[in-house]
């Protein structure tokens, strides 16, 4: 079984458990979600962060469903669940993600963290002429995930 696979059964079953079978605060709902769920969703993806969209959007489903449940607690059935996000102060999972992986780079240009084999497998871009297309980095791309995932 896949480790994706076993995060998203192992969190829908914390999610459930913890805002089904309970009658607190809405906030606490909130404090309870990031503690227990969100937390699993959040842990080491600058590793593991997943690129393929099916496995995006299961991850995103999680927070979907606990964003459901609550907008059915507050009786908010026909209120969409962007607005019940921001009312509780929960950004998207991919922005998470996102957000984490660049303050990781970060953290390992300005030497915050000494890691050299994972600086090494940055491709820094340095123009040979100046040009108006400047990106810092040199993405790679690849043809399929096997290779993505070995190392030449």
Partial sequence: ?????????????????????SNIYIYIYKVLYCFLVRSILEFSTVVWNP?????????GK???????IIAFKLGKVDVGLNSIALELGLEPLTSKRLYNDVA???????RLLNCLEFLQK????????????????H????TSNLVRNTDF
């Fill in 104 to 110: 990781f780079i970060y953290k390992l240009i300005y």
């Fill in 62 to 68: 999680i927070q979907q469903r606990f964003l459901r």
């Fill in 139 to 142: 993405v790679l791309q690849y």
């Fill in 1 to 21: 079984m896949c480790r994706n696979t076993i995060i998203i059964a192992h969190t829908f079953t914390r999610l459930i458990c913890t805002v089904k079978y």
């Fill in 51 to 59: 690129k393929q969209i099916n496995l995006i959007e299961k991850f």
């Fill in 122 to 137: 940055i491709n820094f871009r340095v123009p040979a002429f100046n040009s108006r297309n400047k990106p810092p980095f």
